[in-house]
């Protein structure tokens, strides 16, 4: 068995497709299958179990999977320990959830990649947790420090969110005075983290401007729609919008940088997360002040 074979069945274990690895190895998917087979065919025995769905994998497999991503990690760390300190090279992706891709993470990329012209930064906004041990991403941003996996978690900080409107309309005095105005808000059958379900009795009768994008709740919010929960450090983007009840409605959620577990030995990783940690700290706290 040589590290190609390993690699292309770590891309379809990860995809659990031939066609979706095919892209991400370079080769048609048919050539993927033959590749499979004869790997199947040097162990003797079945790597994944094949249907209409896709390729999931055997118990074999899975055991194949950890051996070959620890491989992965440290081959990966060998290569990295060659390029000396310098400044740091390669691709990063990061997934996060789109507030942050949205408002956080291209300033502070921007910033890293200024001092690192060979790094290239991938920003993947998604509203689901990214699955890092499908290597979705090589690090990932959540609202929740995730419970299971082979995965390593930090605080990156606490972020503040208010209710807001235009800056137009009537300002409230009372929360009741908001029951007749429309909710904007996240779809609430596509609400992916608890943490994000935070309209409590405010969308007690629907959310009236709904999207599962807290960057297009907020152009939502510019329209003078009505009134929404939003990121302190997004409203230096809206100037149109003001906060209202903050004595009254003043939540607090935090940010998590997230790692597979098979990364702490990479000195690039380790550097490039150190990075982003203290730049998104820096960066709420900026806008956030400008928000005050």
């Not at 991503?69 to 320990?81: F, I, Q, V, Y």
């Amino acid at each position: 068995m040589n590290w190609d074979d390993l690699r292309v069945f770590l891309a379809v274990a990860r995809a659990e497709s031939l066609s979706a690895a095919a892209p991400v190895l370079r080769m048609d998917p048919a050539t993927v299958g033959r590749r499979i087979a004869r790997l199947e065919d040097s162990l003797g025995t079945a790597l994944f179990i094949k249907s209409p769905q896709g390729y999931s994998l055997t118990e074999r497999g899975q055991r194949l999977r950890d051996h070959a991503a620890s491989a992965e990690a440290a081959l990966r760390a060998g290569l990295e320990a060659g390029q000396g300190e310098d400044g740091l090279s390669g691709q990063i992706r990061i997934g996060a959830p789109d507030g942050c891709a949205n408002f956080l993470l291209p300033l502070v990329c921007a910033r890293i990649r200024e001092a690192n012209p060979g790094l290239e930064f991938q920003i993947l906004a998604l509203p689901r947790v990214v699955n890092l041990s499908k290597r979705e991403a090589d690090l990932a941003i959540t609202v929740s420090p995730p419970d299971a996996g082979r995965l390593t978690v930090q605080k990156i900080t606490d972020y503040r969110l208010h209710l807001a409107q235009h800056r137009d309309l009537a300002v409230p005095k009372r929360l009741s005075d908001l029951e007749r105005r429309p909710v904007v808000g996240y779809i609430p059958d596509m609400i992916f983290d608890r943490e994000l379900d935070y309209l409590g009795d405010l969308g007690r009768n629907g959310v009236q401007m709904a999207s599962n994008s807290v960057a297009v709740q907020l152009q939502m919010l510019r329209q003078g729609v009505g009134v929404g929960i939003v990121h302190d450090f997004a409203l230096p983007f809206a100037p149109e919008l003001v906060r209202v009840l903050t004595q009254t409605l003043s939540l607090r959620r935090s940010f998590y940088l997230v790692r597979h577990a098979d990364d702490r030995r990479s000195d690039r990783i380790n550097r490039v997360a150190g990075a982003i940690l203290s730049g998104l700290k820096a960066e709420v706290e900026r806008l956030e002040a400008l928000a005050a």
